[in-house]
């Protein structure tokens, strides 16, 4: 069994910032591309950014030169450092992983529960 635990959203004003984290836990052999995604009201799950397990990064035009991803492949976490937040920024975020859970499965995603952010004006 694969978990992924998010944790880091809140409230904050705009032109703040804040630092999600989000860790995977259980039977795990490998993990491959991490990342975010967010949903907000009435509107449809979109990609934030993405990190292979070698570093690559992909960013969503809207949100390039204020966040940030990274990962910490010790610790089975990846972050997300949200600059410059924007009202538009608010909704769910959601992390992502590619995990084999043993040598011998096929990789899979799993998705964490998601955690609120809002930004206000």
């Known amino acids: 069994q694969v978990h992924l635990v998010e944790s880091g959203g809140g409230l904050v004003q705009a032109g703040g910032s804040l630092r999600l984290s989000c860790a995977a836990s259980g039977v795990i052999f490998s993990i491959n591309t991490m990342g975010w995604y967010r949903q907000a009201p009435e509107k449809q799950r979109e990609l934030v950014a993405t990190?292979?397990?070698?570093?690559?990064?992909n960013y969503a035009d809207s949100v390039k030169g204020r966040f940030t991803i990274s990962r910490d492949n010790a610790k089975n976490t990846v972050y997300l450092q949200m600059n410059s937040l924007k009202p538009e920024d608010t909704a769910i975020y959601y992390c992502?992983?590619?995990?084999?859970?043993?040598?011998?499965?096929?990789?899979?995603?799993?998705w964490g529960q998601g955690t609120q952010v809002t930004v206000s004006s």
């Open positions: 990190i292979t397990s070698g570093g690559s990064t």
């Open positions: 992502a992983a590619v995990i084999s859970a043993v040598v011998t499965a096929p990789p899979r995603n799993y």
